[in-house]
């Protein structure tokens, strides 16, 4: 016969392994803010404290959004919606101000270069020259970027982008830039396809199907 504290404190286990992965997802920006309070970072041990285990787990489940997140119907674990792309970026030195640490400006460098990245890494290049002598580009019409916690000369953060919605003619983009699980900064960005035509004014176009097709899989809202 099973001990019924023990299989209680088993799905409290569970429950918490669930919290932890979410305080993961948290950080790397695809969560709503109510989930980054510090009841839900906090690590809870369900056996010192089945109550709280319990209470942070039912917060985090009323607070979620279900195109995002999803909880098996155990509560053993929870799946993102789209994938992202990581990478990391070294610190230089050129990069830190008088007082040692990293110049604002170099955010707003290294959301477009993590951009790029993610696309070539998808066999996308960020330039598309046609046949016809035209280019297809995505020139930003939006750029944000909130700065939290310093970082210094040859700190090594880690880079975390998602396609946030895929549009008719644009992408959008959250891009969390952490250090050892704190977070740096967040930003937010879109760029539009458009056609650049020698001597012309850039025209908006629809997204290409070669770009759309690999980066649907990426994306938590898309548009045909």
Known sequence: MNDPQSTDN????????VIHGIVDFVQGGFADSVLRDAAVRRRVDPVESPTAAHA???????SMRPAKIRFSDSGKQF?????SFRTKRSIEFVETDMAGIVHYSNFYHWMEQTEHAFLRSLGLPPLYPQDD????GFPRVFCSCRFLSPARFEDELDVLLTVQRIGVKSLTYDITFSLAGRLVARGAFKSVCCLFRPGKPLESIELPDLYRSKLEEYALQSEA
Do not use: D, P, Y
């Open 10 to 17: 088993q799905s409290l286990h569970e429950r918490t392994e």
């Open 56 to 62: 942070v787990f039912e917060h985090v489940r009323r």
């Open 79 to 83: 799946a993102k919606m789209a994938l």
């Open 133 to 136: 002598g035209t280019t297809i």
